[in-house]
């Protein structure tokens, strides 16, 4: 993973973790803002505009990939550089959740 990347991309905005989390399966737009919001509870609604803006920047630095259009849906997956940049953001989160414990 190239520092680019990481500059960008590690801290995550929760749009951008919860996108990466959702395509670990193939998934389309709406299907991420779904999934989002059943995940949240609906707290986070991600917006069309920062979906797409979000699905168009991921796709041209190599974290998700288009797969196939469907009803005129674009089906993308994450990609290995995806899933490596969302690992290290979920140990970030855990390193925080456990700090967070410990000075209860």
């Known amino acids: 993973m190239d520092s680019h990347i990481r500059k960008v991309y590690v801290?995550?905005?929760e749009t951008g973790f919860y996108i990466l989390l959702c395509l670990r399966e193939e998934a389309h737009g709406y299907?991420?803002?779904r999934k989002t919001?059943?995940?949240?509870?609906?707290?986070?609604?991600?917006?069309p505009g920062t979906l797409y803006g979000s699905l168009s920047k991921m796709e041209?630095?190599?974290?998700i990939r288009f797969v196939r259009e469907e009803d005129k849906r674009k089906?993308?997956?994450?990609?290995?550089l995806g899933s490596q940049v969302l690992?290290?953001?979920?140990?970030?989160?855990?390193?925080?959740?456990?700090?967070m414990m410990e000075v209860k």
């Open 37 to 47: 919001e059943q995940l949240t509870n609906g707290e986070i609604k991600i917006s």
């Open 11 to 13: 801290p995550m905005t």
């Open 31 to 33: 299907s991420i803002v």
């Open 60 to 63: 041209k630095d190599g974290l």
């Open 75 to 80: 089906i993308y997956h994450i990609t290995e």
């Open 87 to 99: 690992d290290l953001e979920m140990k970030r989160i855990e390193r925080l959740y456990k700090s």
